[in-house]
């Protein structure tokens, strides 16, 4: 009966206290990598897209990004937490294949930065509303509005 419980609590996006620990780690590591993603990317939208409106949200994604990655990574240390270094081997195959995309740059980039903002906003606000560190919890709160009008600034150009 007890993993029928945790089976159930979990397929609803409740964690047992003692998971948030790893809930803090994989937070961190998720939202690094994608700022990471988007900030790679959008250098590549700066050489790569024929539109200005893609290339200007490329040069404040960028901004925004690197200005994300500061932040969280004086959390992370503060809550002593690792920081990743790199993006991970999906998003490095994202990446590789938008090097490659030629004409259909634009769309491609945009479609990836919408699905992978998508992704960290799940996260972000689950963490929000159940994690376990204050001071992590209070910065996944602060973002997600944030995040949100990255997604809305990335449909406004598709």
């Keep these: 009966m007890r993993v029928l419980v945790l089976a159930l609590a979990a397929f609803l996006g409740f964690a047992a206290p003692s998971a948030h620990a790893a809930d803090a780690q994989a937070l961190v590591d998720r939202a690094a990598v994608g700022d990471m993603f988007e900030v790679q990317a959008s250098r590549m939208a700066l050489h790569l897209s024929r539109e200005d409106a893609v290339r200007d949200f490329a040069r404040r994604t960028i901004v925004a990004h690197n200005e994300e990655m500061v932040a969280l990574k004086r959390v992370a ?19 590789d294949t938008l090097m490659q995309s030629g004409d259909r740059f634009t769309p491609r980039y945009l479609a990836a930065l919408a699905e992978d903002n998508r992704e960290v906003l799940k996260l972000l606000e689950g963490y929000a509303a159940r994690g376990d560190r204050p001071q992590l919890r209070a910065h996944a709160a602060a973002a997600v509005p944030q995040v949100r009008a990255h997604i809305a600034a990335i449909e406004a150009l598709q």
């Design 77 to 95: 240390d503060a809550s002593g937490l690792e920081f990743p270094e790199k993006v991970d081997p999906r998003r490095r195959e994202i990446l």
